[in-house]
Antibody, heavy 120, light 109 residues
């Protein structure tokens, strides 16, 4: 079946980096966009941006430039989110979510989420 | 940036109808999607493009969108519908173009 499986929870110290993976299966990886969504503890959903799985071109929402990098390995149908110089306020659940290549398409498939905790 | 306003909470008795609103400036000109999120789980798409249902979503879930308000309607509410619900649109003029509402906690009494 169509699914996105994310890597496990991470505990990092401030200033460190983390790389979250999102492996797709059950569909043609390059036929759909991959989005990233953040959810801080007890808070709502916040769209971080997306990556075009055909071209590898990323688009970052305001507030997610500089320390956040989206990347792909199409040979294994996997998208990645890397966050550098981690801060306590980066503590959140990070979701990958499949979207269509049409810009206003919905996010129809979601990963299970990866909890990233930043604490000294 | 474009703002979507949802009521923080809605309560409804089992078997009744719940309506969750999503307000935004001229939202009727945009495509609205709705997601359900149960505690500790990832969101699930329940309505897309204002009123379409993905396969597997019960017919009890419906959506509408006009003017400045989009509405998610859940008929014959069940205990299992208790969750947070988020609306989402794409706004071409925003620097944060894929926007979520703040979410509504649906409580089944």
């Amino acid at each position: 079946q169509v699914q996105l499986v994310q890597s496990g929870s991470e505990l990092k110290k401030p200033g460190a980096s983390v790389k979250v993976s999102c492996k797709a299966s059950g569909y043609t990886f390059t036929s759909y966009a991959m989005n990233w969504v953040r959810q801080a503890p007890g808070q709502g959903l916040e769209w971080m941006g997306w990556i075009n799985t055909n071209t590898g071109n990323p688009t970052y929402a305001q507030g997610f430039t500089g320390r956040f990098v989206f990347s792909l390995d199409t040979s294994v149908s996997t998208a990645y989110l890397q966050i550098s110089s981690l801060k306590a306020e980066d503590t959140a659940v990070y979701y990958c979510a499949r979207g269509g290549m049409i810009i206003d398409d919905a996010f129809d498939i979601w990963g299970q989420g990866t909890m990233v905790t930043v604490s000294s | 940036s474009y703002v979507l306003t949802q009521p923080p909470s809605v309560s409804v008795a089992p078997g009744k109808t719940a309506r969750i609103t999503c307000g935004g400036n001229n939202i009727g000109s945009k495509s609205v999607h709705w997601y359900q999120q149960k505690p500790g789980q990832a969101p699930v798409l329940v309505i897309y493009y204002d009123s379409d249902r993905p396969s597997g979503i019960p017919e009890r879930f419906s959506g509408s969108n006009s003017g400045n308000t989009a509405t998610l309607t859940i008929s014959r509410v069940e205990a299992g519908d208790e969750a947070d619900y988020y609306c989402q649109v794409w706004d071409s003029s925003s620097d944060h173009p894929k926007v979520f509402g703040g979410g509504t906690k649906l409580t089944v009494l």
